[in-house]
Structure formats: C-alpha cells, structure tokens
C-alpha cells in the first residue's frame, strides 16, 4: 500500500510547511528532553558520588545534644569493631578579625579527626585536611578572608577564643555549594570546641553524628539498630542512599517547576503541530484530489501521508533530542557553580532518549490525527474548485480531544508524580487555554464588527479571517505562553516590592539569636535599647488529636511541613501585625490544661480546629496543649513570628530557652553593633537581614531568568504557528497583494495592511496574556502570598511592545516575499490555470 | 488625443535555455474615447500586449505612452497612481479580493484614491447594475456573472480615463456575455472612457471602433487609428 517513490517525492518536496512541522515536533520535544535528563543526570551525578556527598555511609542528625541512649548504641556498635564514628556540630555563629574591627556571621563546622570519611576536603595549599585542621587552627572560606581583609596566618576571635588561619577550604565534600549558606565556611578542630565556649542551653546547632561501617556491614541493619535508641521525632538516621541532601532538595523542586513548564511548552508545541500540519496536507489537498481520481483508495492516502508525517515526525524529535541534549548542557552550565561535579556522561542517556522518541511518536500521532483524518473527506471534486467547505467537528474530533486530555493527565502524573499537583496543574493550564480561547473568541468578533477607521486597519482585520489565517490558534498560544511568563514576571517583580527593593524603613534588619536569659540585660546595655525579647523553645511536633506526624510524608511536602523543629514561645498578648481568625482570645481563661495559639500558616499545612490536641516534644519531653486560637498575621512585614504560642505562665517559661530580638539599626552602623555585641557575647549570632535578603534574591532572579527562558520555547510555539499560516495562505497573501496593486496601491499601504495584521495578532494576544496575568498575579500576591500587589504599568506596556514587535519581525520575515512579487506573475499563473 | 502609444514593445521570457518571444514590434496608438478591441487565437499574445499597454508588465524592448507621458519604466510604486486614478481594469476570473463583500470591492480604489464619499459612489455604480440588494454578499457568494458586474463597477469607480478589460466573458455562459458586454459599454459610454479590450470573440470585436489583430505576437495590419 506504501508507494516508496511517492513517499520520497512527498518528502523531497515538503517545503516550508514541512520545515515548520519539523520544527514544531521539536520544540515539543527539546524542553521535556532536557528536563528529564537534566534530572536524571542529577540524579547520577548525587548519587554515584553519594558516600563522598554525605562523608559516611550513615548520619545521624538532631537539633539536640544525641540522647544518652543513642549514644550508647553508637559506642556499643563502635566496641563492637562494626562502625567507626565522628561528630560534627555545625551552627551560625558571629567572628571577628583579631584585631577586633570587624565581624562577620560565619558558617561554623566543628569536625573530629576521623572528618570526613569519605571524600576529602580540598584546601587551597594543596596539603592534606587532616594535617592542617588541628587545636588552635581553622581552615576558612576564601570569601571569609576578602570580607574581613584577613590572610592565612591571621588570627580570629571565633566565641572566646582566638584561633589562627590555617588554610583555604576550596571544597568540602558534605557541602557541595555555598548559596544556601548564611555565611562563609569556617572548620574549627573538635579540640577547641569547649574554648569556644558557644553551645549553650537551646542553641541552634546541627548535632551530627557520621558514622562508618566496617567492611560487609549491613547498612539497613545498622540502622535499624540505631533507630531503636534514637528519640522518635528528634534524632534522623539516614544511609548516604536515602538522605537527601538540601542540594538535592533544591533541585528537586526546581525540576519539579521544569517539567511543569516543559508540559505547558509540549501542550502549546502540540497546537503548532495540528496547526502546521493541517496547513501543509491543505496544500496537499489537489494531490490527493488528483490521486482519489486516478483511483487511489482513502486507505493509500491516509497511509501514504501518515508516513510521510512520521518520517518528518521523526527527523524533528531526533533534532529535539539532540538539542534538548544541547539544552541540559547549558543548564548544568548555568548552575555549574551550584553542582557538585560533572556528572556522568554528557549525552542524553538511553532512557531518556526512548522516553523522548515515544512522547516525539505520542505527540505526533495524537495531535496530527485529526488533520490525517481529515484527509478521508478530500473528494476528486476538489480538483475543479478552489478552496472547500470547512471540515465538521464529528466524533473523531471529539475522541481526539478526549485523547489529547488523557495524554498529558498520564503525562503530567508520570512527570511530576504528584497526583494533587499534577490534577491542579492540569485544571489550570486548561483553564487558562480555554480562558485565552473565551477571550480570542470575544475579540475577534469586535474586530470583526469593526467598519470604520482607516482603509489598511480595515483591510488587515479582514485579513485577520482570511480563510486557513489560523488567527485564533496563533492568538490562543501566544497569550497562554505570554500569560505564564508575564504571571512569573510580575509576582517576582511584587516579591522583590515588597521584600527586597522597598525594606520597610521601620522594620528590623538586624536580629540576634541564641541570646541566653541572663545575658538579656546586659545586652539591652550593650546594643543601647530596649528592643522587644522573644524567648525561643526548640521543638518537635509528634501528634495532631492523637494522630503520629508522618515525617517521611511531612518531607515529601514541597512547601513548609510539619516534621521540622518548631520554635515556640510564650506570651499573653498578640504582636502588632498580628490578629485573630478564630477564637475569642489568645487563651481561653476558662479551659483547663495547657493552651497554645496557633499561626494560620500550620493550619494551611494541616487542617486545626480550636479544641484539638496537639504533642510537642520539648527538649526531650513530650507536652500536650489544646488549640485555644487561630492568629494570622499581614505578611507583608519582617517581623518576627512564632506559628506556636503558649501562654505566659505556662510550664513552657521553665523550659531551656533561648531569647531571640530584633532591632532596626542604620546600615551602617549594623557592623560595628554586630561586633560590639560579639565582644561582649561570643555565643549570640547576629544576623543581616537585608544582606541575607538581597543574597537570597540573586538566586532567586537567577532562577526566574532560567524559567522566563525556559518559557520562552512556547512562545516560539506560538510563532511558529504565525509562520506556518502565513505560509499556507501565501496564496491568498499574494492574490491580495497582486489586487491591491492593480487596484493602484502602493507598497506602503500593502505593507501596512500585511504589518497591521501583524500588529493586531501581537497585540491581542499580548492584551489577553496581560489581562489573565494581571489577574493571576493579582490573586497570587494578595490570596497566596498577602502583599500589595503593584501592577508594573509601564512593565506591562513594555512587554506588550516587545511583543508586538517581535511578531511584527516574526510576520513580516514570512510576509515579505510575497509583497515583492509583481501582480502579472500572479495574473499569469491564474490564467494558466 | 492619443489616449495610449506604444512604440516597437517586444516582450520575451527566457526557458532554460530557449528564449521565447510573445510580442514582436508592437507599434499602436489608441485615441481618447476610442473602444479599440485586441483579437487573437489562445497564444497570440492578447494578454500579455494589455498587461504592457496598462502598465502591468514592462517590455523586454519598445516604450509605452499615456497621454504623452512614458510609462515603460515607472515602478510598481510610481505605477499606483495610473492604475487608481486613470486606469481600470476588468478580468475573465473576475479577480474580486475574497475578504471584501461586493460593496467593498467597489469601494476599495475610491477610498485608496481618498474620495469624499466612497461608499456613496460605490452604491450609485451597484444600483445602476442592479446588484444593491447583494452589496453585502462576499465574492464566493455570487455568480459569475454577478461577479464581472461587482469588477465592472469597481473598475468604473474612479471614473478612470481608460479601461482595460481582458476577456471580460470568457468566464460567462452566452446570455451573461451579452448583458455584461452591454453594461460594459453603456458605462464607458456614460462616461467617456476610452477602452481597450482583449478577446477571441469575433461578436464582441465587431461591437469595437477598431480592432487590432495579433498574430503570434505580431499585429496585422498596423495599430494605427
């Protein structure tokens, strides 16, 4: 039934049509080719080297001194000859240059001799980490030396004592990148950990424990063993296999966002194929009239075409491969500094090549379905007439809608597997293609209603419907793709407003942690004001009504969850920017038994009702309270808050606590307040706010900019879609031009009516994209987020320009051929015909 | 007044390598107000002498006139005004602009030449051919006869000095040709065009002031009034 030398000649002469087709296959494929290895290579380059990423085969992590039990286990296990051990603690803590001018928050790990177990520290001499690292030396970060103007063979004061720079750390093997740091790195010797004199009650330290087991050591079993002794809740026991790095966790999430935005980009791609390919067989169409009348049966057509689709399928998700392969390269080029090596291998693996050539023959044989079907009702009659009756939407049209829905519901689950999110991800990309298609729908019969104004508007927007112009799809994709990159643009734009550009001028940037009850005083004294104190209990929540916090589903979470250590504090009164949503006060007077308020950020976590049970592990000790009160608070501060709030008088005062303050100082007075208070008192950490802010949101717009170029592809969609039409109705473009020009135009007014059509397609669609994104973003920083939402005005106008221009550009590339051929030529090949 | 001149026009196109010469010395002169008629066999080069006496092609060799003013080698641009103002122009395939109804395809050349009352205009020529009631139907929506009717008027609209019509019932069944043919020089009539008219059909030509006969692109007789 294939007939080879028709196939090769339909290939041979596929054209530009062909081209764009080509084209639109594979940009449904480069972006999920190169998220999916991206991932993958991730996943390869953490994981071969995990031992060396972790620096043991199991860790033991707690925000608390190890319990005795543990420990007892560790040592038994160690007499035992099955394991050797090292401990690390690691916490923020305020140092400064031996000559006392200037401090720096620092990033302290305290590690044993045995440190690490695997991998190695890379220290800049060259020499070996464990020659260097002794009592009464540090290995430092490059960045701490530039900050505080230091050399190796300085000396800084770290808590009380003075240790001197021994070397430079260039890499760390548990710390594969610094941006989630607070500050620089400082490795201070197990030795000098009691001169330092900073770990005291309530502090915030990392307590970890690494663990080595002896050769042919079970691991699971080791762990298991360990598990029995450690406090529930409290102390985290994890193989170098099932930890999960924070490195990891970033690019979890940050993947994560990807493949969302792959999805979205294969979605749009996927229109740009039904609509190029249904522009390309219409130009088929005579063939196939032609072939019917010589006898072809629709079974020879629909085959010999749908070859030629697959081979041209093909050709574009091996080129998507191949670039998405290009493109995994440049994004582990662009996070090169954040990632821990190379990876193994460059290339696309095989996996991911098979998945790209079944989601390549998926998208193509789904989305290119309808346009192959159609081909069955071309009748020989259509040799005789020009154009033909727009097709029916029959059944095929619907079973292919319903196709297309299953296919990217199944996609999306297996991309994301996440059922909630991948559902909710659906609903709303649907929602905002059927919103843009409401919308387009709505505008386009305005514009269709339009009689006045001046002649070349008129005739573009008559343009606008000429027949197979596939103006709505063009439209419908470009404000979908414009909506989501506006969306991200402006939330980032009203993140930045009301965090970062505008720190309110009244809010504290400076905050002090670890303050010990007794030194209150005297800090009072030392900073020269009496700034409100908070104490601060570290604790774990164990229960809801009864029910044990499922920490392993707690993680999985991508927001906050409820398996991490909670601060809480006691007071009777509510914070200025804070407020009730239920309940009558703060704490029932009435009630019996321990109270706590809770901050309607854990009941978005959650689901709790006044009255509900709630167990704490405090400092080793299990506490029972009942919700008496629901607060919220405006978010739009940098205020400190607490998300559990006991009474005052409550058993918690007695509790091992730190204080935690805040204050606002002049920028530039911060340093000299930061050293003053780390002089007097070693152990409390001071912490930049608005420094820490600004770093945070460098990687936050770097991110952001790495997603708004992701997102770029489908636009590139939407543009493809603009070509493809123009190429399809060049027939009817240049008999336009061809009669403009009889008819005594000028080139100027065929220009502007061709540019005008241009300008109307970028403008709706950007008009649209704003619309939607104004108000997603609208509901986004309100609802979500609780800030002012700022429109960006003059932003929104730009964006829409730029918009316009580029399809403008876009348009008037593929235009401008026809505008230079003379009205004869057309003139002669219609007499021809 | 010698409305059109066309001194010694040859017009050749090169395939591969074969060069092929459709008018040969071409030499004519039409009056103003004249009803000249081109005849010819299918090939004679009908088509292609209109396309250069209206501007529409230039000539491999040769010079063409227009009320004294030479038009050989204006571009398409420098042509605009000609084809506006002073020519129009009636097709056999009709060749109305598909996204426009009948009363735009009027009204298009008027308001391209910035008329005060296109539309006004426009209506008065759709009227006088009978076709008001359908000036809102688009092209694929007419006859062909209904069709040439809508082009006629179209071509009239600038009250344009002369009018090229190149097979204006080819397309036509016999009954249509007539009416259409009549139209066609009852308007020219009103309003004193001069018109230059391409066809094979010996009825139509006998209606002419003058016809001018090619043969394999070489006019018999002179061209000449």
């Known amino acids: 039934m294939i007939h080879p030398r028709f196939l090769l000649r339909q290939l041979m002469s596929g054209g530009h049509q062909a081209a764009v087709f080509v084209l639109c296959v594979t940009l449904s494929i480069i972006a999920v080719a190169a998220v999916n290895g991206f991932s993958e290579r991730l996943d390869r380059s953490l994981l071969q080297d995990a031992r060396a990423l972790h620096a043991a085969d199991i860790i033991v992590r707690s925000y608390f001194p190890l319990s005795p039990p543990l420990l007892d286990a560790i040592r038994e296990l160690e007499d035992q000859g099955r394991i050797q051990s090292t401990a690390v603690h690691e916490f923020y803590s305020v140092v400064r240059s031996g000559h006392g001018d200037d401090s720096l928050l620092a990033d302290l790990k305290i590690v044993g001799p045995a440190y690490p177990f695997y991998g190695e520290v890379v220290l800049r001499s060259g020499r070996p980490f464990s020659r260097v690292l002794a009592a009464g030396g540090i290995v430092v970060a490059q960045a701490l030396l530039e900050r505080l103007q230091l050399r190796v063979g300085d000396a800084l004061r770290v808590g009380s004592a003075t240790l001197v720079i021994r070397d430079v750390v260039l890499k760390e093997p548990d710390r594969p990148v610094s941006f989630l740091s607070f500050g620089p790195r400082i490795f201070v010797s197990e030795a000098d950990l009691p001169a330092l004199d900073l770990l005291k009650k309530g502090s915030r330290v990392r307590y970890i424990r690494l663990l080595k087991a002896a050769e042919g050591e079970n691991l699971d079993a080791l762990t298991a063993a360990l598990e029995t002794a450690a406090v529930d809740g409290q102390e985290r026991i994890e193989t170098f296999r099932t930890a999960r790095s924070r490195i990891r966790r970033f690019f979890d999430n940050f993947t994560f966002f990807l493949s969302l935005i792959a999805i979205f980009i294969l979605l749009l791609s996927g229109l740009g194929i039904r609509s190029t390919l249904a522009a390309y067989l219409k130009d088929k169409e005579e063939t196939i009239a032609v072939l019917k009348a010589l006898g072809a049966t629709r079974r020879f057509v629909v085959l010999n075409y749908l070859s030629v689709v697959a081979a041209f399928g093909l050709c574009g998700t091996l080129i998507g491969l191949l670039l998405g392969g290009l493109m995994q390269q440049g994004l582990f080029h662009l996070f090169g500094d954040l990632l821990p090596r190379g990876g193994g291998g460059a290339a696309l693996s095989p996996a991911t090549i098979v998945q790209g050539l079944i989601l390549g023959a998926l998208t193509v044989v789904l989305f290119a379905f309808l346009p192959i079907h159609r081909l069955r009702d071309v009748r020989p009659n259509r040799i005789f007439r020009k154009g033909g009756a727009p097709a029916r939407k029959g059944p095929a049209f619907y079973a292919t809608l319903i196709l297309i829905v299953l296919f990217f519901t199944g996609m999306i689950l297996f991309e994301l597997r996440d059922f909630d999110m991948g559902l909710k991800f659906l609903g709303g990309t649907l929602a905002l293609i059927l919103l843009s298609a409401l919308m387009t729908q709505g505008l386009l019969l305005a514009l269709k209603r339009l009689s006045r104004g001046p002649l070349a508007l008129r005739q573009a927007v008559r343009g606008l419907f000429r027949s197979g112009n596939a103006t709505r799809s063009t439209i419908i994709t470009l404000s979908a793709s414009l909506s989501l990159i506006f969306t991200i643009f402006l939330v980032e734009q009203n993140l930045d407003a009301a965090f970062i550009r505008s720190f309110p001028a009244d809010a504290p940037n400076l905050f002090f942690i670890d303050i010990q009850p007794d030194q209150v005083e005297a800090f009072s004294e030392t900073i020269g004001r009496q700034p409100r104190f908070y104490p601060v209990i570290r604790s774990r929540l164990l229960a809801v009504n009864g029910e044990k916090i499922d920490r392993e589903q707690e993680r999985r979470r991508r927001g906050d969850n409820l398996a991490r250590p909670f601060n809480l504090t006691y007071r009777d009164h509510l914070l200025p920017d804070e407020s009730l949503v239920d309940g009558e006060a703060m704490f029932d007077k009435d009630a019996a038994g321990l109270q706590v308020s809770v901050l309607d950020t854990v009941v978005e976590m959650r689901a709790m009702a006044i009255g509900d049970r709630l167990k704490f592990r405090i400092q080793g000790v299990p506490v029972e309270a009942t919700v008496s009160s629901i607060r919220t608070r405006a978010r739009e501060t940098i205020e400190p808050y607490f998300y559990f709030v006991f009474p005052a008088g409550s058993i918690l005062k007695e509790a091992p606590q730190t204080i935690f303050t805040a204050v606002r100082v002049d920028e530039g007075e911060v340093a000299a307040l930061q050293n003053r208070v780390s002089t007097r008192f070693p152990n409390i950490s001071a912490i930049d706010v608005s420094q820490t802010i600004s770093t945070f949101a460098a990687l936050l717009h770097r991110l952001s900019l790495i997603v708004r170029l992701f997102t770029l592809q489908s636009i590139a969609a939407g543009l493809l879609i603009i070509v493809s039409a123009i190429f399809a109705t060049r027939i009817a473009r240049t008999q336009e031009a061809a009669y403009f020009r009889i008819l005594g135009a000028r080139s100027r007014f065929i220009l502007a009516v061709f540019s005008l059509e241009n300008v109307l397609i970028g403008a709706a669609s950007a008009l649209e994209a704003l619309l939607i994104s104004q108000a997603a973003g609208w509901i986004i920083a309100v609802r979500v987020l609780d800030i002012t939402y700022h429109p960006y005005l003059p932003e929104s106008g730009l964006l829409l320009l730029g918009n316009v221009l580029l399809v403008l550009a876009v348009g008037s590339a593929a235009t401008l051929p026809i505008l230079r051929q003379k009205p004869v030529v057309f003139l002669r090949e219609q007499t021809e015909e | ?225």
């Open chain 2, 1 to 225: 007044m010698t409305m059109i001149e066309a001194r010694n026009l040859t017009h050749a196109y090169r395939v591969e390598d074969r060069e092929v010469t459709i008018l040969r010395d071409v030499s004519l002169s039409v009056a103003a107000g004249e009803f000249v008629v081109i005849e010819g066999n299918s090939g004679s080069g009908k088509t292609t002498l209109l396309t250069l006496l209206s501007g529409l092609d230039r000539p491999s060799s040769g010079r063409v006139f227009i009320r004294g003013r030479e038009i050989t080698h204006l571009d398409e641009d420098e042509m605009a005004p000609f084809r506006n103002r002073a020519f129009g122009f009636v097709f056999q395939s009709f060749h109305l602009v598909p996204s426009l109804n009948a009363l735009e395809n009027v009204m298009f050349p008027a308001e391209l030449a910035g008329s005060d009352q296109p539309r006004q205009s426009a209506e008065a020529l759709l009227r006088r051919v009978g076709l008001l009631p359908r000036q809102h139907h688009f092209p694929h929506q007419l006859s062909g006869g209904e069709k040439q009717r809508v082009a006629i008027c179209r071509a009239l609209v600038n009250r344009p000095e002369i009018l090229f019509a190149d097979e204006p019932t080819g397309n036509l069944d016999a009954k249509n040709s007539g009416a259409i043919l009549d139209l066609l020089l009852d308007l020219r009539k009103e309003r004193g065009a001069t018109l230059v008219l391409v066809t094979h059909s010996a009825e139509i030509a006998r209606k002419a002031d003058r016809r001018l006969l090619l043969r394999d692109g070489v006019l018999d007789g002179g061209g000449a009034p």
